[in-house]
């Protein structure tokens, strides 16, 4: 590499100037690093900071005190929603412990977790949730889809509380199916449900999206008839969040869902779900997040990274960041790693390392869509040594997803660099789609390899990208 790539490259990483920096946790202030001319070294003082952000994040802890649903009435295939209810009581008056659910297949509603407890599964057990709406109710304070309302109870939900936890190596079962739950998407890929317009989630959606944008108080955000899923795992304002272990089967909608926490780890966890917006991991507006060895096999988005849609993600204008995503596979999905559309708040500090992805329906690798409507800082965004085997397009970033360019909140993309990423078979290796007012920048590609690619792809108003090593079908590469 010459002196001037060299340069050029610190510069689009944003350490270019009198030193190298790691930002602080907070996101604003930054600690000093030694400075170098090597973009090598540069990199392994970014990647400290995806160590230190590991590090940084508070842990759970609880009681070594067990409380086994069976001791307060649950049984195998009857309602065992009070019983649920009155162990996970009982453990947070002891203060704390784990509430645990034995082998065999319990039948539930809403499950809401309180401070200091573990709600854990142990081998063979399944917890199986009533598909029917009118469980999820009263309305509980929610996100969906960026968007804050009344609405349905996720089917394990938790508000404002601290140290908790859902573990185990047992089963989380939705029963999200083509006769419960799902329907209510209306059009979806080939539809194979009868379509209803009665209850097509657009009559509650569109409705819930014009009162955000009018600045209607949450509290009103109320719907008599309401066609919004619920997600099945959703931390909200809480603190101290470990959900590990677990096998998460077909969710009514996006199946983990952590929005406004702090000191998130998601561990070991299987996401099977192949519904319409079976997103597995999206944490909203959340500071200090590890996902690492899980298994993403979904219907939406493996991993999606938000922080709220338009103006109500304007309005809490909190990013999503400090987040470490690492040793995870990808499989079925829209994307692996993504970023939107509901980012309004920006995101930073953002980290995916040693990920493998690779399906026939694995339509993107790395992926980040936004528009002018939603806007959106997002920068400092690091991604290196992930393997993909197939995919349809490698990389994509689209300025125009959903209402394209028809605001005035222009999104931004700052430093985000990929490195070491190889790509085995793909239809396009770029999908990069930026504004003539608003082109694509601070992007950085080192040490990329695209093999067995039918076609380079698109490549619209992209203003500079630093490149190192490029390759296609074996042969160098110059954007």
Not at 232 to 244: G, H
Not at 311 to 327: K, Y
Not at 406 to 433: D, E, W
Not at 464 to 477: H, K, P, S, W
Request: aromatic share 8%.
């Amino acid at each position: 590499m010459t002196d001037r790539q060299k340069r050029q490259h610190l510069k689009t990483l944003g350490l270019a100037g009198v030193g190298l920096s790691l930002w602080s946790l907070n996101g604003c202030s930054s600690v000093s690093a030694v400075a170098t001319s090597s973009s090598d070294a540069a990199d392994a003082v970014l990647w400290q900071q995806a160590d230190a952000i590991i590090a940084a994040i508070a842990p759970t802890t609880f009681a070594k005190s067990d409380f086994v649903i069976t001791e307060f009435g649950a049984k195998v295939g009857i309602d065992s929603s009070d019983a649920i209810k009155a162990a996970i009581a009982a453990c947070a008056a002891a203060g704390g412990g784990r509430v645990v659910v034995p082998a065999g297949r319990f039948n539930t509603g809403p499950v809401h977790l309180k401070s200091n407890v573990n709600l854990h599964l142990q081998k063979d057990a399944v917890l199986s949730f009533y598909p029917e709406p009118e469980r999820y109710l009263p309305a509980v304070f929610t996100r969906w889809e960026g968007v804050e309302l009344m609405g349905y109870s996720p089917l394990i939900y938790a508000f404002e509380q601290e140290n908790i936890a859902v573990t185990g190596e047992g089963i989380l079962e939705g029963n999200g199916s083509n006769t419960q739950w799902w329907p209510w998407k209306g059009k979806w890929k080939h539809t194979p449900w009868q379509l209803d317009a009665k209850t097509d989630q657009a009559n509650t959606r569109t409705p819930l999206f014009d009162m955000a944008e009018a600045g209607v108080p949450v509290a009103e955000r109320v719907f008599a008839q309401n066609y919004l899923r619920p997600p099945f795992i959703q931390p909200y304002r809480c603190k101290r969040v470990l959900i590990e272990g677990i096998t998460i089967r077909n969710s009514p909608f996006w199946l983990i869902n952590p929005v406004l926490s702090e000191d998130v780890i998601v561990r070991g966890v299987n996401c099977v779900s192949h519904g319409p917006n079976s997103d597995g991991c999206n944490p909203e507006s959340s500071n200090r997040v590890l996902i690492e060895n899980c298994l993403f096999d979904t219907g939406d988005d493996c991993i999606a990274l938000k922080s709220g849609r338009n103006n109500d993600g304007r309005r809490l204008a909190t990013p999503v960041q400090n987040v470490v995503i690492q040793d995870c596979m990808m499989r079925a999905g829209h994307g692996g790693v993504v970023l939107g559309s509901e980012i309004s708040g920006g995101a930073r500090n953002i980290f995916a390392r040693r990920c493998r992805m690779s399906s026939p329906d694995l339509e993107r690798g790395i992926r980040i869509k936004t528009n002018s409507v939603r806007g959106g800082l997002i920068e400092n965004i690091y991604i290196r040594d992930i393997d993909i085997g197939e995919v349809k397009d490698a990389i994509v970033i689209n300025f125009f997803y959903e209402e394209g360019d028809a605001g005035q909140h222009l999104p931004q993309v700052k430093n985000l660099h990929i490195s070491n990423l190889r790509v085995q078979k793909a239809q396009r290796a770029f999908l990069l789609r930026g504004f003539e007012r608003a082109p694509i920048s601070g992007v950085s590609l080192h040490h990329v390899q695209f093999n067995q690619t039918a076609s380079i792809g698109v490549l619209e108003n992209v203003a500079q990208i630093d490149q190192f090593d490029l390759t296609l079908n074996g042969e160098a590469l110059q954007l």
